[in-house]
């Protein structure tokens, strides 16, 4: 079943690195990853980019979790939001060895951080000596928090009248937070969250991106605001960083090489520096990086291609998107999907051969008007040249669930039979979307699978 799903995805790889011409190579150098923002999930007209990129390049915020996302809609707890502020006032930790809340064990990542943040005044906790370091945390608590900081930074905020009632919502906020909400407000560090309106949703959770927003701010505007700023040029890995403050303000302008690739290294034209070849992107079938074909140790050999037959227009115009694949332990994979596009309606015809010569064989015809899609599936015993198990059903468009009408073959094996029915019909759908995307501009769900 895994190298089927591997075969689909290969083929997906393939496919769009023929169409889209991903892949393409260069030998026109390279700069390594340190002069990026290593996040994928942030856009460079966002909101928030700047404040995303600032907080990563001084070590305030990181991607989520060990993947490449800055994760800008999800929440912050109390304890991780504590955590960045121990890293915006550059906190020395070593000392708080000691837990003051129940809920905060000696030992774990966060509890450091809080009883830093307790000791120094910037928090409070939620009563009965618990901090609740895993409850998200509001707008109206971190903006008292900022408040703390300010004071504690020796910032006097003056605050003229009742701002809270210039916001719509501002009698929401909480009697004991009213202060120092009032106080963040005065100093710019937060505001309205909606455009339209004033308005400061003093219970809504703080998101990564509006932390990131506030502890930029923060920085810029008061805590390194005084310091006349002497910046050190960017370096391969190290951004444009002031010599007396220490903040960074660019990213590394990372390694540059004329002929680094994803097979070889090659020594940076800045700094001398060997860096090792990238390696391919991949091992999925093709390289997103320089287009070659690259195997896991599963693959032997694979082939494929993609025909036109007929005119636009014309009732017999077909497409074909077929895949070979050889396997390293001797098995191969066929599969072929017809496109009609007249009647905007599928054949698949899918192929495993195993190694000794026993085969499965599924034909899956997909109509123009979904409601089911009818699949047909033998075993082949090769010696015997013997239909070992035959299946034929349908298979609901809504649930893609496969019934089984009819089985001929022994009872012990119809379990993994149909198992093997359910992936083969799972990769048409794979198979569906790829030429639906690439040829007609649809996917699989306009079509109502």
């Not at 990026?36 to 979790?65: H, K, M, R, V």
């Not at 409601?371 to 034929?392: G, K, R, W």
């Not at 089985?407 to 012990?412: A, K, L, Q, V």
Request: one cysteine or more; glycine letters at 8%.
């Amino acid at each position: 079943m895994k190298k089927r799903i591997l075969s689909i995805l290969l083929t997906l790889a393939i496919l769009l690195s023929c169409i889209s011409a991903f892949g393409i190579t260069s030998n026109a150098g390279y700069t390594t990853s340190e002069g990026q923002l290593p996040f994928t999930d942030i856009s460079f007209d966002a909101w928030y980019y700047e404040s995303a990129e600032f907080c990563y390049i001084n070590g305030i915020i990181n991607g989520q979790g060990n993947t490449y996302t800055f994760a800008p809609n999800v929440t912050l707890t109390r304890a991780t939001f504590v955590v960045m502020l121990g890293r915006v006032l550059d906190a020395d930790l070593s000392y708080y060895t000691y837990s003051s809340f129940t809920d905060c064990p000696v030992g774990e990542w966060y509890t450091a951080s809080v009883e830093w943040a307790a000791g120094n005044g910037y928090v409070n906790g939620t009563g009965n000596n618990k901090f609740s370091p895993n409850a998200s945390i509001t707008r109206e608590q971190a903006a008292v928090m900022f408040s703390r900081i300010l004071e504690k930074q020796g910032y006097v905020i003056s605050v003229s009248g009742d701002i809270l009632s210039s916001y719509k919502d501002g009698k929401n906020v909480s009697d004991w937070a009213k202060n120092g909400v009032m106080q963040t407000l005065a100093s710019g560090l937060i505001g309205s969250t909606n455009s339209n309106y004033s308005e400061f949703s003093p219970h809504m959770t703080m998101t990564r991106a509006q932390a990131a927003k506030m502890f930029t701010s923060l920085i810029r505007e008061y805590l390194s605001a005084k310091c006349k700023h002497d910046y050190k040029d960017a370096t391969c890995t190290k951004g444009m960083t002031c010599r007396k403050c220490g903040i960074v303000e660019s990213l590394p302008t990372g390694h540059y090489c004329n002929y680094l690739s994803c097979d070889n290294g090659d020594n940076c034209i800045n700094c001398g520096l060997y860096i090792d070849a990238l390696g391919h992107t991949t091992t999925m079938g093709v390289c997103g990086r320089c287009g070659q074909e690259v195997f896991s140790s599963d693959y032997k050999k694979v082939s494929y291609y993609m025909v036109q037959h007929g005119t636009a227009g014309e009732n017999y115009q077909k497409y074909y998107l077929i895949n070979y694949m050889d396997y390293s332990d001797g098995d191969s994979d066929y599969c072929e999907l017809i496109y009609y596009p007249s009647s905007a309606s599928f054949d698949i015809y899918y192929l495993y051969e195993f190694a000794d010569g026993d085969y499965v064989y599924i034909t899956i015809g997909i109509p123009g008007v979904l409601s089911s899609y009818n699949v047909q599936a033998v075993y082949i015993d090769a010696y015997y040249e013997d239909i070992l198990y035959y299946a034929e059903g349908t298979v609901s468009t809504y649930t893609q669930d496969f019934t089984c009408s009819y089985y001929d073959g022994s009872s012990s094996n119809k379990s993994s039979f149909m198992a093997m029915v359910d992936q083969a019909v799972e990769n048409a759908i794979f198979h569906t979307d790829i030429m639906l995307n690439n040829l007609c501009g649809e996917s699989s769900a306009a079509f109502g699978f």
